[in-house]
Every structure is written in C-alpha cells, then in structure tokens.
C-alpha cells in the first residue's frame, strides 16, 4: 500500500490532523471574511449613492407636480433613468469576490467525509463511557474534575444524541436530547437557523420516541427491537404535538428529581477495565522508590530513580529517563505515521478496532535510536542489539489501546519478529504530558499507571521460564485531553539467554 494513502485524508485520529482542519478552517474563515467585506461594500456603495440623490419626499399629488413641473427635475429625472440607474442594475449584478468563493469551494472539497465525522462521534462516546461522564458536564465543558472554558452547541448536542440513537444506546440519546433542549440557544439564533434549519425541528419527537423505546426495552427484556420500535411508533402516532410535548415535560421533571443521579450516569457497575481508567483500583503500599546503581557499570555513575509500581509480575517505573529535546527529536523523526490501515478498510470496518493511533517504526539507524536502544540496555540489562527497531506511537483524543498481550498470540507472530523468541518484556517511554486520560492499565492485578512526561515503565510479560503471564493484560484507556506520545520497545527472549537465563517458576521448584 502506498503510504500516502495510509489515513491520508483522515483527521481525527492525531493531534497532527486536527491541526491541519484547524488551518483549514482559518483559511476558510480568512476567504469568508474577505468575501463578506466585498459584500459589505457594494452594499455601502448602494446606499451612497441613493443618499447622494435627495430626491425630496413628496409625499403628495400636488407636491409631485410641483416637482415635476420644474425643468431642471423633469431633466434630471429622465437623464437618471435613462443614463444612471441602467449602470447601477449592472452593478448590482456583477459577480462579487469570485476568487473568494472559489477558493472556499476548493477548501470545503478538503473537509472531513463522513468516516471522519463517525469516528469523532465514537471518540466522543468512548470517552463517556469509559469515564462515565455525565452528558451534562460534557456538553458544559465539565471533563472529570476539570473545567474547560468550552461549551457544546445544540447542534454538537444533537449530533451526539443522534449518534446514540443510531447505535441503540437510548439511555444515552436521552442525556443528550434533554441537553439539547435544555440549551439555552446561542446568540442571534434566529438569523443563524435561516441558514442553517433549525435544530430543534423534530427534535420533540424524536425525544420522546428515545424516552418510550427505552422505557420499553428496560421494562420487558423478552421483546424484539422491532417490536420495540413499532409499539413506540404506534404510541407517537396517536399523540399529538401536544401531547408529545407534555410527555416530554413531565419526563423532564421526573428525571429533573433524579438529577442527584446524574453522576453515576448509567447505573451498571464497572468493568475491572473501567474502573481502571477511572482511577478506581485500591491504592498501592508497600511499594517502594530506589536508585538503581547494578544493571550496568553505566548506572554506577548514573543512578536510575525507580519505582516499583508492582511486584509480580514485576513493573516498575523509571523516572526522567528521557529529555525534553530528546522528546522533541523523536516527534521530528516520526513523521510520516500511519494506523496501518488504508482509508477505505477504516471505513469499511464494522468492529472496533484494537487500536486506534498513528504508530511509525524508526527501522532505520539514527542518533536518536542507537542512543534509546543504549539506554534501555542500561535500565534493564536486556540485550537489544538483535532488534534495534523502536516503535513510536502518537494518541490523540479519544484514541485508545484495547486489553491486550504483548506475548506471543496471533497478532505479533504476524510481525515476523518470532525469531527472536516472546516479547519477554516491554518497556514504554512516556514522550508527553497527558493532561487527561491515557492511562496504561493492568485490568487483571489492578494496576493503573498515569504517563508522566519523560518516564518509562518496563514490565515483564512471561514467567520466569518464559511461557506466558496472563497477568501481563494491559491496554490503554482513552485520551480525553492531550496527545499521547509513546515510544514501544518489545524485549525479546532469545537475546537474553545468558542475561537473564531461563529458571523455573516459582511454584514449580523442586527442591
Ligand atoms: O503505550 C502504552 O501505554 C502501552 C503500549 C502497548 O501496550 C503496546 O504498544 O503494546
Ligand atoms: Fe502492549
């Protein structure tokens, strides 16, 4: 596949992307201002011109004939109709900012199809659910415990209920209709939704057609979705927007008296993946902080800050192991990045994918690459000289990693790396802040790392005598703010033979 067309036109899934529909749409907006401008003064000129004639009023017949009667009006009169008005219908009709329109003609031909529209949506929903996010919070920029200085608009309300209504979570698509309507509408909405439609047209019915099938569904486990679908049908059709709109009223203040509720937003407990994310695994004690000065003869002279994040399988964080320019050189080298899919397959997919991220592969040598391959020799005493390459990854909002093992399975003999023996190992560089989300979760011992800029976190994903350790499950949670730089390292059994030879597992000595 040519890599140009590896997510070539698609937006949503990097920081990267969204910078460049961030500069799409400034020069959008730069052409419609220039385009407005030029509107604006034909419409001065128009009105000049018309305040220049001082006709007089002549509110009367007699005043009228008294005008007309003049020579020098009865002249003027029919001089203007003859030689100037004509002028001015042409001018009213000469094509205005053409260069303007065409270049935003060309602009909106680069703006995100469908595929990418569906893909925010999703984004969006993984990052409720995952967080449990109460729709009212989001949609007034309320994420966790931080407040942004951003709100959603009715229309992004809608469009989130409308996707929750598609996808048959109607627990949701109810959130977000009563957010939508309990919007209190923007400024000058009335001239904005001459254009634009207004959005709350249907949107009563189609509340209270969300509120009825989920009221169904919860009641009476036993019927089909179509049954479903028909009764609420059958229901709206004898209703009257009258009573569409009592209905809906009194669901509001029914839910209104819940609203204490509002914070467990769906009433299922969590998953261990969910409760992972949301930082809700106990807290760790007797785990301590100390230098590592013994891997290497290197580490004599420069100490390693660790911290043991558990004891087995054994994970541990290396702190500040990775400079800021270092961080910087590495987000240079990891252009061009890819998802390692096309377009098209992105679009066609029916299953959520495993992974969504832009990831690049630094096969080639560099500074950069021998220098981190040195380093992560030192910190683990494992050998990585037969497998030099390093995997960058970039997270943007929304992206996520599911539960996975990076031991052999399906997907990594696919990489051709098998040779090399199991990917024993893995140690990951934090190459960013991650204001929110994007942690790295163990759901299985219930461990939770949050990245820290310049850290490292190394675990091992096999026993002792290298089969595999289940425990070792990990996966990613949602960014919700940020873009999450990572760089991958798999360490892999063979090359450790004689560092770290084969011992059998602890419950299986014989002694
Ligand atoms: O970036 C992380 O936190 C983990 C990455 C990972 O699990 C992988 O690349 O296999
Ligand atoms: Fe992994």
């Not at 009023?57 to 009228?64: A, D, G, I, L, T």
């Not at 942004?148 to 469009?159: E, F, G, I």
């Not at 009573?243 to 914070?263: A, M, P, T, W």
Request: with cysteine; proline share 5%.
């Amino acid at each position: 596949v040519d890599p140009a067309n590896y997510f070539k036109d698609y937006y949503s899934s990097s920081v990267l992307g969204l910078l460049n529909l961030f500069e799409l749409e400034r020069e959008f907006m730069d052409n419609f201002i220039v385009y407005a401008d030029v509107l604006q003064e034909k419409v001065d000129n128009l009105k000049m011109y018309i305040d220049s004639l001082d006709r007089g009023m002549h509110e009367n017949h007699k005043e009228r004939e008294g005008f007309v009667s003049n020579p020098l009006n009865a002249f003027g009169l029919i001089r203007r109709l003859h030689q100037e008005w004509p002028k001015w219908q042409n001018y009213t009709k000469k094509p205005l900012g053409v260069a303007q329109l065409t270049a935003m003609e060309e602009l909106l031909s680069k703006a995100p199809e469908p595929f990418d529209m569906t893909e925010s949506l999703k984004s969006m929903d993984r990052i409720e659910r995952a967080y449990d996010l109460p729709a009212s919070h989001i949609a007034r920029g309320l994420l966790q415990n931080k407040q942004y200085d951003t709100q959603l608009s009715v229309r992004d309300c809608l469009a989130l209920a409308q996707h929750k209504y598609e996808s048959g979570d109607y627990i949701r698509a109810s959130m977000w209709y009563r957010e939508a309507l309990r919007h209190s509408g923007e400024p000058n909405a009335e001239i904005i939704n001459s254009v634009l439609g207004n959005p709350l047209d249907g949107v009563d019915l189609q509340f209270a057609r969300t509120i009825v099938i989920r009221g169904l569904g919860l009641s009476d486990h036993s019927m089909s979705r179509e049954t479903i679908h028909e009764l609420a049908s059958n229901f709206l059709n004898q209703s009257s927007p009258r009573d569409v709109k009592i209905f809906i009223s009194h669901y509001l203040r029914q839910s209104d008296e819940q609203i204490g509720n509002e914070l467990g937003t769906v009433q299922t407990p969590p998953t261990a993946h969910e409760s992972g994310c949301r930082g809700l695994f106990p807290k760790r004690t007797n785990l301590v902080c100390r230098y590592n000065s013994t891997t290497t003869p290197f580490l004599r002279l420069a100490p390693l800050k660790m911290e043991e994040v558990n004891h087995d399988p054994y994970i541990v964080m290396y702190h500040q192991v990775l400079s800021d320019r270092e961080m910087e050189e590495m987000k240079q080298l990891a252009r061009p990045m890819t998802n390692g899919m096309s377009g098209s397959e992105m679009a066609n997919l029916t299953e959520p994918l495993e992974i969504v991220a832009r990831v690049a592969w630094l096969i080639e040598a560099s500074p950069f690459r021998e220098r981190l391959n040195l380093r992560i020799g030192d910190m683990t005493g494992f050998d990585v000289s037969d497998f030099k390459a390093l995997q960058l990854a970039n997270f943007g909002v929304g992206s996520y990693f599911k539960a996975h093992y990076d031991y052999r399975t399906e997907r990594v003999n696919d990489l051709g790396v098998t040779e090399l023996g199991d990917r024993t190992g893995s140690i990951i560089f934090y190459a960013s802040e991650v204001p929110q989300g994007g942690a790295t979760i163990f759901p299985d011992i219930q461990v939770t790392v949050t990245p820290q800029k310049g850290n490292s976190l190394f675990w091992f994903n096999t026993f002792d005598d290298s089969t595999p350790d289940p425990r070792s499950l990990h996966a990613i949670c949602p960014v919700i703010a940020g873009s999450r730089w990572t760089i991958t390292k798999w360490l892999h059994q063979w090359p450790q033979m004689f560092l770290k030879p084969c011992s059998p597992r602890a419950g299986e000595r014989t002694s």
